[in-house]
């Protein structure tokens, strides 16, 4: 069977939708402000925190209005002072348009801002290309001292949040617009900077970052071990600093990898993987599944335009056969 | 000022004004006109306003200060020396491989709170500062210091908007109007003026005053906040390369290496001055 003539296997599994991450987030960062003095909520007038009752804490949620450059540059004048600010925009403007304050006051000086960006990938959906965010995991993963986050569910969103109390640097948190499935439970717990094994396989690995590759790189799994290839997925929620050991083990252990993220092909995570394993001297190929070098035109809600930029568990698959071709596997 | 301390303020700022020629006698030359114009105002503040301890520049509670326009970072660098953070024989450091004495501010350096260089970057991190004082409960006064080319970034303006609508009155903020940017007068460029009624139509405290006037200064800087509720702007009007007649308000002053001769006229021009002074008091 050629994969043309396979019918799309939705990336979404068929669990319903879960409550946003950005929701989930932003209702511990309430509760945690009340317990923690040095928690900052900054709001560049995101909407996002009107419904929050901020009770002994009021003062410390600023709202600094439409101007995210100087939401980031306070937030590390804060930081400087001992506080843990939490910067709220959009992925779009914390990658782009804040970036040189982000570079400059946050990352310069290793200061541990949290950086809450909501609307990424194409969470924005019908909102158009100027709100999404394609290009902000390559941009952060550059800078030095910072730390990217990607929670693939609402757990994950308070799994990491809360371990993003404990990272000494400023940290990047990327989340997503509308609800997304729970990948289920009783997962591995996270840990910042370790990969979570969401399924063994001696084929091939699937390392995906964010809700929707996730479930991708699950689905195509389960597929692909009808055809009898036995693909690990590895959920890598931590794209900096990246668990190295795992992609090595990866690379060394089974033929191919294939990574799924919902990103610009350059830059993101199957960039950093292959910069691993390009220096390993093993023949293991890495193929990306990612948002090709365009911009994502047009309308469509999230699942919409990942289906129209192959970001699906057909594309994982297809991808994972492509790479696994002459290679002696099962 | 300490007890000990009989310099008078001027004098304190002609010291400065050597130590700058100094460091630009270095192979790599340096920032002269924009350090120049800003030394009164260093003086002032390191000298009589500011709240801090030259030997504990850590210490909790201190007034903090960013130059912003980093472009400046000798004259920091020559006021913190003079002031007591470190001795002045480690400026011949500047610009020596390794050194820590980078042409923009490095926080490595004691006294220096945050690097700069890039410009409009300063005024949010005072904002940042100025709100941590207040959640704080500290009456700590939070320091920065602009150029006047360096109002072009629309940064300045977020952070001049975000300061006044959130009443940050230990915030105050300077700005070296000595008139020119790299490639001439910032009036050719993009426009200031009228530069108090902009800052008050944003909701601040401006102050005009004569930036090589140490006593005005003194006034304006320790007089801050005058209004409860206001963050403060002191606009200083100054000369570019101030100190130097021979490139005193030109634009070459922006950056200049002082070898040889020409250094060492430099230092007799000040070295004539310290003697009017001297003879005046």
Known sequence: MTTSTREP????????????????????????????????????????????????????????????????????????????????????????????????????????????????????????????????LAVMRLLPNMTVLVPADAAATEELVRASLDVPGPVYLRLGR????????????????????????????????????VLAALAAAKELADEGIAAGVLNMHTVKPLDVDAVVEAAETTAAVVTVEEHWAAGGLGSAIAEVVAGLGVACPVRRVAVQDRFAAGSGGQQHLLERNGITAEAVAAETRRALLGRRVG | MPATDTRTLEEHALRVRELIVEMCGNPEGGHLGGSMSLVETLVTLYHSVLRIDPQHPDAP?????????????????????????????????????????????????????????????????????????????????????????????????????????????RLVAVVDRNGLQITGPTENTAGLEPLAERWRSFGWTAIEVDGHDPARLQTALGGAPQVAGRPTVVIARTVKGKGLPHVEGQARSHYARLAGRQQKRALAVLAAQRKKTETVA
């Open chain 2, 61 to 169: 509670d201190r007034d903090l200060l960013v130059l912003s326009k980093g472009h400046g970072a000798i004259g920091l660098y020559a006021a913190l020396a003079e002031r007591g953070f470190f001795p002045e024989e480690e400026l011949t450091g500047y610009g020596v491989p390794d050194g820590m004495l980078t042409a923009h501010p490095n926080p490595a350096v004691p006294g220096v709170e945050m690097p700069t260089g890039s410009l409009g970057h300063g005024l949010p991190l005072g904002v940042g500062f100025a709100l941590d004082a207040r959640l704080a409960g500290s009456d700590r006064r939070c320091f920065v210091l602009l150029g006047d080319g360096e109002l072009q970034e629309g940064s300045v303006w977020e952070a001049a908007m975000a300061a006044a609508s959130h009443r940050l009155d």
């Open chain 1, 178 to 213: 509308g609800g997304t499935p729970d990948l289920g439970a009783d997962l591995p717990p996270l840990r910042v900077g370790v990969a979570q094994r969401l399924r063994s396989g001696r084929d091939v690995t699937l390392i995906a970052t964010g809700p929707y590759p």
């Open chain 1, 9 to 136: 296997v939705p990336a979404a599994v068929e669990a319903p939708a879960a409550r946003p991450s950005r929701e989930v987030y932003r209702d511990l960062l309430a509760e945690l402000i009340g317990k923690d003095e040095r928690l900052v909520c900054l709001d560049s007038d995101t909407g996002l925190f009107s419904s929050v009752d901020w009770g002994a804490a009021q003062d410390r949620y600023v709202n600094l209005g439409i101007a995210e450059q100087n939401m980031m540059g306070v937030a590390a004048g804060l930081a400087r002072c001992g506080r843990m600010p939490f910067a709220n925009t959009m992925a779009a403007f914390a990658g782009t348009r804040a970036l040189e304050a982000v570079k400059l006051d946050i990352a310069l000086n290793n200061l541990p801002v949290r950086i809450a960006a909501t609307h990424s990938g194409l969470s924005a959906g019908h909102l158009g290309s100027t709100h999404h965010a394609l290009e902000d």
